[in-house]
């Protein structure tokens, strides 16, 4: 079935270091892909996505590019900051048997940013 | 309104007694989705809504489980005689029209659920 694989946890850097968060997915189709990001206490936000091979979505200082031939999304930002800190989820949908466009999440990457 | 909201934030139980789960969309949105964050399972889909049809139900884990969506808007899940293996955040999200891939789901705080 679908899945996406993400980097284990718990990352700690420190301010004004490069990021990188590892995500690779499997999928019979060709799915659109998101990053989630889960502040502590907050509900779960869409940080960024795109829906076809090469495409770069970015936010908030934020990238990752949809690479179809290594079946990957990789998270990055070039200087964190202790605001950062947050679990980070990377996600794919696709359309289910039952016609629905349900998200398979992995398992997220806890980032902690100390000053 | 503004964003996805749930009801209650926090819920705690007894073994074997049913609970209510509330989610209100965001007005407009005609997809519902349910979602259970647990420890062990990490994020999962439960159900589906289109307007008040739930045309995939197939991540809901047992009978146990129900949900309803009425009036093209707010939805309920329904946990009956509770186990604690339900205790987790169940996460509600809305989507415009849920029939494209690129459509963005956007979640609501989730209910925590602790069944004793």
């Known amino acids: 079935g679908d899945s996406v694989t993400q980097m284990e946890g718990p990352v700690t850097l420190s301010e004004e270091a490069f990021l990188t968060i590892n995500c690779t997915y499997t999928?019979?189709?060709?799915?659109?892909l998101f990053w989630y990001v889960q502040y502590p206490g907050e509900g779960l936000q869409l940080l960024l996505k795109a829906t076809k091979a090469d495409d770069k979505g970015s936010n908030k200082g934020f990238e990752a590019t949809y690479r179809k031939e290594t079946t990957s999304f990789h998270l990055e930002k070039g200087s964190v900051q202790v605001s950062d800190s947050a679990v980070y989820f990377c996600?794919?949908?696709?359309?289910?048997?039952?016609?629905?466009?349900?998200?398979?999440f992995g398992k997220g990457t806890k980032l902690s940013v100390i000053p | 309104g503004a964003g996805v909201s749930q009801s209650p934030s926090n819920k705690v139980t007894e073994k074997g007694k049913d609970v209510e789960l509330r989610c209100d969309p965001i007005s407009g949105h005609t997809a519902l989705y349910w979602y259970r964050q647990s420890l062990g399972q990490g994020l999962e889909f439960l159900i589906y809504f289109q307007g008040n049809s739930a045309p995939d139900k197939s991540g809901l884990p047992s009978d146990r489980f129900s949900a309803e969506r009425t009036g093209g808007s707010v939805s309920t899940l329904t946990i009956q005689r509770t186990q604690q293996e339900d205790s987790a955040v169940y996460l509600c999200?809305?989507?415009?029209?849920?029939?494209?891939?690129?459509?963005?789901?956007?979640f609501g705080p989730g209910t925590r659920l602790t069944v004793l």
């Open positions: 999200a809305s989507s415009l029209s849920g029939g494209f891939p690129t459509d963005t789901q956007y």
């Open positions: 999928a019979t189709g060709y799915p659109s």
């Open positions: 996600a794919l949908i696709l359309r289910s048997g039952a016609g629905s466009y349900q998200l398979t």
